[in-house]
Antibody, heavy 118, light 106 residues
Framework: EVQLVESGGGLVQPGGSLRLSCAAS????????MHWVRQVPGKGLVCVSR????????NYADSVKGRFTISRDNAKNTLYLQVNSLRAEDTAVYYC???????????WGQGTLVTVSS | DIQVTQSPSTLSASVGDRVAITCRAS??????LAWYQQRPGKAPKLLIY???SLESGVPSRFSGSGSGTEFTLTISGLEPDDSATYYC?????????FGQGTMVEI
């Protein structure tokens, strides 16, 4: 069974940093592109970043470019999102999402909440 | 970015009704569209993938159709448990984009 478990969220002051993690199991992690999607409480879903299967290629939404860094450790089956220079508008639940397999099915984690407040 | 327009934003219906939610993409996304159900405080739950494939464990009253730019999620025989917000998502190209959501009230 595919499992994605996020961690690392919490309360942080504006300008602060966090590293979010997503532990993957139940599939061959090193063969899948991975994404981070966030959701401001009570609002819609927004794609933040993606990384290819070997970590050599990354993409970011304009709103986080230069402040967020996506990475992965295929030996540890773990995806990361380093979030720096945090702003109040970065307050959201951050979800780790596995890209579709050959059937077109995607898999989501349960999310981790990041709250940016003084 | 591919724009995804979802309608309606709110839907009020009764138990047993058949309802439909529509998503339109700004360009062709083939069948790379997923539908989710989300309850407050919970992660999105996959209902339909690849436009029309029913996720395992999801009741058969949920169905998806469409390809290219127009897609529909149909719930046949609404049940009280179906009260939730529903989202569509295109995953044809980065950045993935989502519909604005449809709140279904029963």
């Amino acid at each position: 069974e595919v499992q994605l478990v996020e961690s690392g969220g919490g309360l942080v002051q504006p300008g602060g940093s966090l590293r979010l993690s997503c532990a993957a199991s139940g599939f061959t992690f090193s063969t899948y592109w991975m994404h981070w999607v966030r959701q401001v409480p009570g609002k819609g879903l927004v794609c933040v970043s993606r990384i290819n299967s070997d970590g050599s290629s990354t993409n970011y939404a304009d709103s986080v470019k230069g402040r967020f860094t996506i990475s992965r450790d295929n030996a540890k089956n773990t995806l990361y999102l380093q979030v720096n220079s945090l702003r109040a508008e970065d307050t959201a639940v951050y979800y780790c999402v596995r890209a579709a397999d050959s059937t077109g099915r995607l898999h989501w984690g349960q999310g981790t909440l990041v709250t940016v407040s003084s | 970015d591919i724009q995804v327009t979802q309608s309606p934003s709110t839907l009020s219906a009764s138990v047993g009704d058949r309802v439909a939610i529509t998503c339109r993409a700004s360009q062709s996304i083939s069948s790379w569209l997923a539908w989710y159900q989300q309850r407050p405080g919970k992660a999105p739950k996959l209902l339909i993938y690849k436009a029309s494939s029913l996720e395992s464990g999801v009741p058969s009253r949920f169905s998806g159709s469409g390809s290219g730019t127009e897609f529909t999620l149909t719930i046949s025989g609404l049940e009280p448990d179906d009260s939730a917000t529903y989202y569509c998502q295109q995953h044809d190209s980065f950045p993935w984009t989502f519909g604005q959501g449809t709140m279904v009230e029963i």
